[in-house]
């Protein structure tokens, strides 16, 4: 469990991602990485987005739309490109990192999530399914750091679904203290063993070489922030979800 320390009105999410995931990786874990791995990920649904038009359009080689889509995708590469190679580049000590919560309506951002993805699940032939109980209560979270988690977990579940794949997102009250929102998708599944070393920085299943991400070391380190909790449920063949708990929202007398 991240312990968070107030810090001029923000966190300094360097400070708590070095407790929380040790000290030959912190260097690598900061605001930085985390504002590099929202922009790659709005930049994949803009390349998703163009060739899903161009697919659509069959402009002809050579044709004024045809330079354009083309000048699209290719731009949108090579900041992708130019990303990566700054987020790889060695980093000055972080800012303060700001946190601030209010009464969120997480359907509302689940929705957002999905309008954003909806070019790749397209592009892609996933079906998407949400499943929202009716009338629910406010999450108390940061609404900017709450898209980050669900996007990046729905953007996972639509990158290791396969193209046919499905995609569910769910959410409900837990009890009178918490919200649960679900993402389940089709991919071939999580080695039990392995369940919680996803969370690690750079981890990726079935790998030693320290070339995963740190998507969802960042999302853990997010939700809790927010006082949450997060998880992953899978059998091997049958998907995955992952879980996130976070606080119901309550109003100070």
Known sequence: MVVVRACGGGTRLGHLLTNNVGNQDSAQVDYVAAMTHELKTSLTAIIASAELIADELHPDEGSVQWKLLQAIIRNAHRLDESITFFAEMPRQPIQDFQFRPEPVDIGQIIRDVVT???????????????????????????????????????????????????????????????????????????????????????????????EGGLGLTIAKFLVELHGGKIWVESQMGHGCSFFVSLPLFRRIA
């Open 116 to 210: 954003r993805l909806h070019p790749r699940i397209q592009a892609r032939k996933q079906t998407l399914e949400l499943e929202i109980a009716a009338a629910l209560p406010p999450v108390r979270a940061d609404k900017q750091h709450l898209g980050q988690i669900l996007l990046l977990l729905t953007a996972n579940a639509t990158k290791f679904s396969p193209e046919g794949g499905s995609i569910k997102i769910s959410a409900w009250q837990q009890d009178g203290e918490s919200l649960v929102a679900r993402i389940s998708d089709s991919c071939g599944g999580i080695p039990v063993e392995e369940q919680e070393l996803i969370f690690k920085p750079h981890y990726q299943i079935g790998r030693s070489d320290g």
